[in-house]
């Protein structure tokens, strides 16, 4: 049997579960970074790289007029 324990401050905290997550580092423990959000093409890959260096990621969007508006 395996028991893990964690000590946090003046508590002994026992873990009960683990979940697994995306890798990488925790979601802010880095800089907060925005990111552009253009119409014709996704952001979806560099958000994911951005969010495993553990940067909380905004997104901006932009109406710059044109046929799209």
């Known amino acids: 049997m395996t028991v893990h324990l964690e000590?946090?401050?003046?508590?002994?905290l026992l873990i009960k579960g683990r979940?697994?997550?995306?890798g990488g580092f925790p979601i802010g423990t880095?800089?907060?970074c925005c990111r552009s959000f253009?119409?014709?093409s996704t952001p979806g890959v560099s958000?994911?790289?951005l969010m495993r260096r553990?940067?909380?990621?905004?997104?901006?969007?932009f109406n710059l007029g044109g046929r799209g508006a």
């Open 30 to 32: 880095q800089e907060d």
């Open 19 to 22: 979940y697994e997550g995306i």
């Open 54 to 61: 553990g940067c909380r990621v905004h997104y901006c969007f």
């Open 7 to 12: 000590v946090e401050d003046d508590r002994l």
């Open 47 to 49: 958000s994911y790289m």
């Open 38 to 40: 253009p119409v014709v």
